[in-house]
Nanobody
């Protein structure tokens, strides 16, 4: 069964940058991979997705600031986050679903495999 491990979270000042990594236990070649986040007291929301062909989708709140990418040779997906805002503070999760060349909707039930999350805190 596919296992996902996130890393790269931490504390950053507003306007700063972080890069999150999602490392998989096996090849991600045939998986669409997404990033979700959950802020304190809120539900988990989708942020971005990347298809098997490296086509990317983003929610409006992060467009122009976040970039998702994948390195299939390393079985890893990245989320480059720039111009971070306090409202980006959350636990960030990666998730994957097999056998699709398109990004499913950024809904929790669309993704079968989940990591444990990494904390991102944006604060001065």
């Amino acid at each position: 069964q596919l296992q996902l491990v996130e890393s790269g979270g931490g504390l950053v000042q507003p306007g700063g940058s972080l890069t999150l990594s999602c490392a998989a236990s096996e090849s991600l070649d045939y998986y669409a991979v997404a990033w979700f986040r959950q802020a304190p007291g809120k539900g988990r929301e989708g942020v971005s997705c990347i298809t098997t062909q490296s086509n990317a989708e983003y929610v409006n709140s992060v467009k122009g600031r976040f970039t998702i990418s994948r390195d299939n040779a390393q079985n890893t997906v990245y989320l480059q986050m720039n111009s971070l805002k306090p409202e980006d503070t959350a636990v960030y999760y990666c998730a994957a679903t097999y056998g699709t060349s398109m990004c499913p909707p950024l809904e929790l039930h669309e993704y079968d495999y989940w990591g444990q999350g990494t904390q991102v805190t944006v604060s001065s």
